[in-house]
């Protein structure tokens, strides 16, 4: 196998496990993810295979580049399949925040109403990004009661047959209670606070 190929499989295999990491986090849940997920990440390692076989059976032709491209191809694409939605929900979480809390801002105010005539508590967020802030739609769930209390739930993973995940902003006593309630001591349970007011929740 040439140079040339080497370095064009090696791009393929790098550009899709970018694209692994960012497209899961971002546009699957629950049973979608699953059912993509298993082929995609087969042909990924399939590939990967072929690329290391080639690269030891000639070495002549097996530049730096190629075994960087394939060490980090096996590294990143392990950790996008089998643990890759923490790495990029803690980097959504800590890149994003401060949009969520202008979001927060701005449903305080009453700029941001729930427009979804099939349920009147969600609103859809009409932003020109190409990530969503809360994932599968773009739709953030609000909960408002007087005096400026409210709860926004940003999606993490819609889930299937009820499952589901989010980051929540609430001011409402009652909520922090139960979050607070929830929240495991040793980093496990369903309820981790993230902040003054924010958490992250599974169900």
């Known amino acids: 196998m040439s140079k040339t190929h080497k370095t064009i499989f090696s791009n393929i295999l790098l550009i899709m496990v970018i694209f692994q990491a960012v497209f899961f986090y971002y546009y699957t849940s629950g049973l979608e993810k699953l059912l993509f997920l298993a082929p995609y990440a087969l042909l990924g390692l399939i590939l990967t295979i072929v690329l290391l076989i080639k690269l030891i059976k000639y070495r002549s032709t097996t530049l730096p580049y190629h075994v960087i491209a394939v060490t980090l191809v096996v590294v990143t694409g392990y950790f996008t399949t089998i ?50 802030i809360s994932n599968g739609g773009d739709n953030i769930l609000i909960k408002e009661k007087a005096h400026g209390i409210v709860s926004v739930e940003f ?19 009652a909520e922090i209670r139960e979050y607070n309630s929830g929240i ?9 606070k993230l902040g003054n007011s924010w958490y992250r929740v599974s169900y």
């Open 155 to 173: 999606f993490i993973d819609r889930g299937s047959l009820g499952h589901f995940s989010a980051f929540i902003y609430t001011n409402d006593p």
């Open 83 to 132: 643990g890759g939605n923490r790495a990029m929900e803690y980097l959504d979480w800590t890149l994003r925040r401060t949009e969520r809390e202008q979001i927060i801002i701005d449903v305080k105010n009453g700029l941001l109403k729930p427009n979804n005539l099939l349920n009147n508590r969600i609103y859809h967020l009409s932003r020109n990004s190409i990530l969503p």
């Open 184 to 192: 495991d001591p040793f980093g496990g349970g369903n309820v981790k």
